[in-house]
C-alpha cells in the first residue's frame, strides 16, 4: 500500500545536494524545494533515515505532509510546473 | 467553510519579497519556500488572483495543495520545524 507525501526542505548549501540525492532515489523532483510522489511506508522510514544521518538536525528543516490517498490532495499550478528529475547531481 | 492549504514556489529573486508579502496575509509562513493554512475558497481565489498579477507567468513557479479537511494531511518534521512569521517583509 502506497502513500502520497510532499517534501519540502530547507536546508544548508553544503548539505543540499545530499539531501537532493536521497530525495531522488524515492519521489519526484517538482519544484526547487519540493519533492513529491507515492510511496510505502517501508521505503518512506528508509528515506528518513537516510535523510536523518546527513542533515544537521538544529539547523536543517525538513517536512513531509503524509497522506493516505492522493486524491484527497488537489494540486493547482500558477505559472510554470517544474520538474528536475533530468537533473543529474 | 475552509480548506486546508500548503503553498510552495520557486519565484525570481526580483519577484520572491512580493509574492511573499502577499503569501503572509493569508497563510502561515513555515519554511524558506512554503506557507501553509487554512483559508475559505473566496480568499484563497482573492490571494491567487493578486498573485498572478505578480508573478512572470513562463519563469515562476507556485503550486497549491489543496485539502478538504487538514486533518488528511500528517505533517511530520526532521530537523527543526520554522516559522518566518515574525519577519516584516
Redesign the interface.
Known amino acids: 500500500m502506497t502513500i502520497f507525501v510532499?517534501v519540502?526542505?530547507?536546508v544548508n548549501e553544503k548539505r543540499v545536494n545530499k539531501v537532493r540525492k536521497i530525495l531522488k532515489k524515492y519521489f519526484t523532483w517538482?519544484?526547487?524545494?519540493?519533492f513529491e510522489g507515492e510511496i510505502t511506508y517501508g521505503k518512506l522510514e528508509k528515506c528518513?533515515r537516510e535523510?536523518?544521518s546527513v542533515?544537521?538536525?538544529?539547523?536543517?528543516?525538513?517536512?513531509?505532509?503524509?497522506?493516505?490517498?492522493k486524491i484527497?490532495?488537489?494540486?493547482?499550478?500558477?505559472?510554470?510546473?517544474?520538474n528536475y528529475d533530468s537533473i543529474i547531481l
Open positions: 510532499i519540502t526542505y530547507d517538482v519544484q526547487n524545494s519540493v528518513k535523510l536523518f542533515i544537521e538536525k538544529d539547523e536543517d528543516s525538513v517536512y513531509f505532509y503524509e497522506m493516505e490517498y484527497v490532495c488537489n494540486k493547482k499550478v500558477l505559472g510554470q510546473e517544474k
